[in-house]
């Protein structure tokens, strides 16, 4: 007959090292910690989110201060050269005056010195006369205001041969263009 079977009681007897006891704890410890990390990350990320927000406003208020004062400089050009092309166009007719007194009087030295001080004056404000005796027809600088036969054969057809008022540019826009007697 067996023995009595209360006498053979087996006990389980779990094995413990020294290293599964830091494991556990190490484990236990990172498990603590890790709420916290997940909370730093979580300001962390939220923090930099802000700085590229104020970083993307910061430019754009840049970019918007540069366009404003490119703006501002280009409204500023305007007005001076629309200012400058205003007092060009009311002295163009003393222009006018001084050179028809000088076709009727070349040899007077005061109108001589009174044309050479106003050319002197558009040269300075940017003012240029346009150059049309000799040019070929060019709607754009020349109003032909009268078609002639050719004085020479030489002369091709279109050909401005005389001027009858001078035409002037401002930089590159046409104050007033020249009067002209045109070529058959």
Do not use: C, W
């Amino acid at each position: 007959m067996p023995e009595n079977q209360e006498d053979k009681k087996t006990v389980d007897i779990e094995s413990v090292s020294v290293a599964d006891v830091m494991d556990k704890q190490q484990k236990a410890e990172q498990t603590e910690a890790e709420p916290e990390l997940d909370e730093k990350d979580k300001i962390i990320e939220q923090l930099n989110t802000k700085i590229a927000e104020l970083n993307d406003r910061y430019l754009r208020v840049a970019a918007e201060l540069e366009n404003t004062r490119r703006r501002a400089t280009l409204d500023i050009e305007s007005v001076s050269r629309n200012r400058a092309m205003s007092v060009a166009e009311k002295i163009l007719p003393v222009m006018d005056a001084v050179t028809a007194a000088l076709k009727h009087n070349p040899d007077d030295e005061g109108i001589k010195s009174m044309e050479l001080a106003l050319q002197n004056a558009f040269a300075k404000i940017g003012i240029v006369k346009i150059e049309a005796i000799g040019e070929p027809l060019n709607p754009q600088f020349h109003n032909a205001i009268q078609m002639v036969d050719k004085p020479d054969e030489k002369t091709p057809t279109n050909t401005v041969v005389d001027e009858m008022q001078a035409g002037y540019m401002f930089g590159d826009t046409v104050l007033r263009t020249a009067m002209v007697v045109v070529s058959k």
